[in-house]
């Protein structure tokens, strides 16, 4: 079967504004969002043969802006992470914490919470972080990890009751 070629030009036109919003959604920078429209719009050209559906392009598409704008974002983090790692030790190296005690409070809750992330299944932590860590609304983890909404809603609603038994409410308000 030959598939009826693909004018790009015409998908750019098309999608491009649809493409921008998502990546805009997620990564909260105009210039990161148009990298990841540009990136995305590359890895459709290259996969275009495989889209057997013509009609299903823009939910393709908007799926591959998606994941791609997530994979900008943690990139952004890890380096962001590694410049401020960087900074925190100069700064540390020269002050001092005013409060040893305040400082060893924060320090055990981190443990706690990072402790307690470690435990949860696969799905668990990624809808957890997904939410906390990147800041997606409910909806767009749901349409990310192919899941019901209100699937994503009791996800976090459990994750959320188990760290206040765990941490007590003095933590969580």
């Not at 275009?48 to 559906?53: A, V």
């Not at 040893?100 to 055990?108: C, K, M, T």
């Not at 997606?136 to 909404?149: G, V």
Request: charged share 30%; hydrophobic share 35%; net charge neutral.
């Amino acid at each position: 079967m030959i598939k009826p070629s693909v004018d790009m030009t015409e998908v750019c036109r098309l999608y491009n504004k649809r493409l921008y919003h998502i990546a805009y959604n997620i990564t909260r920078d105009h210039y990161l969002a148009q990298d990841v429209v540009q990136e995305s719009l590359l890895k459709a050209y290259k996969k275009m043969d495989s889209i057997d559906d013509q009609e299903k392009l823009g939910a393709w598409l908007s799926s591959i802006a998606t994941r791609t704008a997530i994979d900008f974002v943690r990139k952004e983090r890890r380096t962001n992470e590694r410049i401020q790692d960087s900074v925190d030790f100069e700064n540390c190296m020269g002050n001092k914490y005013i409060d040893a005690g305040l400082e060893a409070e924060v320090n055990l809750l981190e443990e706690q919470i990072y402790a307690y992330v470690d435990s949860l299944s696969y799905e668990q932590k990624r809808v957890f972080l997904l939410k906390t860590k990147h800041g997606l609304k409910e909806k767009e983890i749901a349409d990310i990890l192919h899941l019901n909404p209100n699937t994503v809603k009791t996800k976090l609603y459990r994750v959320r009751q188990h760290l206040r038994e765990i941490l007590g409410d003095r933590y969580l308000a």
